[in-house]
């Protein structure tokens, strides 16, 4: 059971506004980039159990280079799949949700943020990170986005 709300999610994500850019570092208010972010907001709501390491070292354009889902795949063992679509305001995706992007016409997702009030969303990116609309920033707008939500319930245990 998890033991986090949504709003403490946002918070969390909003108290890293401001922390510089730096690949793989996970440092609030040192240093942080886009999956070093949503990794740290996630484990220290809880939500990632101590000792999980989620991210490890890659290079900046690893997406031109794999055809492997990785970013996906790691995001997912965290939370599941609720929508996909482009990115657009009408787009349905709640506060606390992870929010991934295929961005700089990469095939594979290579960027993702956290969802406060959808198109609203905290991403990582140089030099900072921010507070960005989804329907309008250069990385999200008109981008296949996929929203996957820690509160949802696997489809395994919906099933009766």
């Known amino acids: 059971m998890i033991a986090t709300t949504r709003e403490a999610i946002m918070a969390e994500a909003r108290s890293w506004i401001g922390t510089p850019y730096h690949k ?7 240093g942080v980039d886009c999956c070093t972010l949503l990794w740290g907001v996630y484990k220290n709501c809880g939500l990632i159990p101590e000792g999980d390491q989620i991210v490890e070292r890659y290079s900046h354009d690893w997406f031109s280079n794999t055809d492997t889902e ?3 795949f790691r995001a997912m063992r965290y939370a599941h799949k ?54 309008t920033h250069h990385l999200w707008a008109y981008h296949n986005v996929l929203i996957l939500d820690p509160f949802a319930k696997k489809e395994e245990e919906v099933k009766p």
């Open 70 to 72: 990785k970013y996906l």
């Open 82 to 135: 609720v929508a996909e679509g482009v990115s657009y305001p009408t787009l349905k995706a709640l506060p606390g949700c992870l929010a991934l992007v295929r961005s700089s016409t990469s095939k594979l997702f290579n960027h993702g943020g956290i969802v406060m009030r959808w198109p609203h969303l905290i991403h990582a990116v140089d030099p900072q990170v921010e507070l960005a609309c989804a329907s």
């Open 24 to 30: 793989a570092a996970c440092v609030k208010g040192a």
